[in-house]
T-cell receptor, first 115, second 111 residues
């Protein structure tokens, strides 16, 4: 298995531009999580989906951020318009929806720089 | 979910055991202890988890005190590749829920 796939790995953009981050979860996993990591705030959850349905988006900073999961194998995180304070590493993770413990598998992350 | 307290940083000599403590004094009966680590520039990686009993896998051992108010992650023979930030997380094991990551412990394995 290729693991969680994220693209792009690096993104540099200018303030005001739209940014779209992409994630392909591990096949068979039906929970998907978007995290953001910065030096100041550490690793924080933005939103997560179960069976393609958003369950908790309380971590989404503001209306500029939106996330979709149109099917079980693809999710996007969009920032429009982007701002310099959005610069961070964005991680996608997936896990199975099963009772008991659920190990989350993280992707390699997308390093976003907004100038 | 119960809060956890970990030392900010620790050093360990290569080849020696690394013992990483975690306090979770407000843990409730149905909460598990999870450990993840994050090697520089990579996504977090699951290490081990437990409820009451001590656990061991190919990566590490987890020792949970009898009152479950603290635990220790043990890397038996630390290598330079074990240098990472280690996160102790306590949460109910309901499916499809997120993990809340604190600042963790930065472990430096020294040659």
């Amino acid at each position: 298995d290729a693991g969680v796939i994220q693209s792009p790995r690096h993104e540099v953009t200018e303030m005001g531009q739209e940014v779209t981050l992409r994630c392909k979860p591990i096949s068979g996993h039906n929970s998907l999580f978007w995290y953001r990591q910065t030096m100041m705030r550490g690793l924080e959850l933005l939103i997560y989906f179960n069976n393609n349905v958003p369950i908790d988006d309380s971590g989404m900073p503001e209306d500029r951020f939106s996330a979709k999961m149109p099917n079980a194998s693809f999710s996007t995180l969009k920032i429009q318009p982007s701002e310099p304070r959005d610069s961070a590493v964005y991680f996608c993770a997936s896990s199975t929806l099963s009772s008991g413990y659920n190990e989350q598998f993280f992707g390699p992350g997308t390093r976003l720089t907004v100038l | 979910d119960a809060k956890t307290t970990q030392p900010t940083s620790m050093d360990c000599a290569e080849g020696r055991a690394a013992n990483l403590p975690c306090n979770h004094s407000t843990i409730s009966g149905n909460e598990y202890v999870y450990w993840y680590r994050q090697i520089h520039s990579q996504g977090p990686q699951y290490i081990i988890h437990g409820l009451k009993n001590n656990e061991t896998n190919e990566m590490a051992s987890l020792i949970i005190t009898e009152d479950r108010k603290s635990s220790t992650l043990i890397l038996p023979h630390a290598t330079l590749r074990d240098t990472a930030v280690y996160y102790c997380i306590v949460r109910v094991s309901n499916y499809g829920q997120n993990f809340v990551f604190g600042p963790g412990t930065r472990l430096s394995v020294l040659p």
